[in-house]
């Protein structure tokens, strides 16, 4: 289900990266401006946060919240 995602994704002229970490998201005001990753900044308008189990570790520094739903397979 991940990849086929970020393949739509992908199609709509996103990217992705695989095997770099998000350190911080990166903002100026009420904006994204980019990440910060393990292999340098990435300036973006725009970020998605698949990050699993642990969606708020990004977005909590900047007061915001993800909210999360449990589904079980």
């Known amino acids: 289900m991940t990849r ?3 393949a739509a994704a992908q199609r709509s002229g996103a990217v992705v990266e695989e095997g770099v970490t998000v350190l911080s998201v990166e903002t100026s005001g ?6 910060r990753t393990t292999d340098g900044r990435r300036p973006a308008r725009t970020v998605v ?4 189990i642990w969606p708020d570790r990004l977005p ?7 909210p999360t739903r ?3 397979h």
């Open 30 to 35: 009420d904006r994204v401006t980019g990440v």
């Open 49 to 52: 946060c698949a990050a699993g």
């Open 4 to 6: 086929a995602i970020a």
């Open 70 to 72: 449990w589904v079980r």
């Open 60 to 66: 909590r520094p900047h007061g915001a919240t993800l």
